[in-house]
């Protein structure tokens, strides 16, 4: 079995080759291929995506949060969170709006706990919030993915456990921990 780090760095090393490739792909497809320093960022975004119009990925920052604490019970989809998860969520929010790169966008499971952490963190770092399905209980590091395909980012979610330990192994090659309101930073290609 690859240990963590070792799958983590080739990781890292596979995404910079299909970076490389598409640019290449990408600049041989439009007859301007030359020496790599006649390629310049001021024209031609290192991480454009779709939206922009050029043919490789973009790479979006996002903010991996779970939901704040909830109260027990069934049905699961309708728990809300108690007083203290409100206070979570808020203090949550602020943290975010702090960062250097506050999040343009909030993405939101379904779920009621999630939707009211999303809409406290919304408020705190006063951006929209999007109910996003491929947050739901199940999400995965591909269907997160799929979800940024048309966002420039940084963007934060919000979604749920064992899911949001998944993505963050799947992404980062270990698990930081979600507890409840817990949130990491990461990179993924939309």
Avoid: W
Avoid at 116 to 131: D, H, S, Y
Wanted: with cysteine; net charge positive; glycine share 8%.
């Amino acid at each position: 079995m690859v240990s963590a780090p070792v799958r983590l760095a080739v990781n890292r090393v596979l995404t910079l080759v299909v970076r490389m490739v598409l640019l290449v792909g990408s600049l041989r497809h439009a007859g301007r291929l030359g020496p790599l320093r006649s390629v310049s960022t001021a024209t031609r975004p290192l991480h454009a995506g779709r939206r922009t119009g050029y043919p490789y990925p973009a790479v979006v920052r996002v903010y991996l949060c779970r939901h704040a604490q909830a109260v027990a019970g069934e049905p699961d989809e309708l728990r809300e969170l108690t007083s203290e998860g409100f206070e979570q969520a808020k203090a949550l929010g602020a943290r975010l709006a702090a960062l250097p790169a506050p999040p343009q966008l909030v993405l939101t499971s379904p779920l009621l706990r999630a939707r009211q952490t999303a809409a406290e963190i919304a408020k705190e770092i006063g951006a929209p919030v999007r109910v996003e399905e491929a947050l739901a209980p199940g999400a995965t590091a591909a269907t997160l993915s799929a979800a940024l395909t048309d966002e420039a980012g940084p963007v934060a979610t919000v979604g749920h456990q064992p899911d949001c330990s998944e993505i963050a192994l799947a992404v980062l090659g270990r698990d930081p921990g979600f507890p409840v309101a817990g949130m990491a930073e990461l990179e993924l290609i939309a």
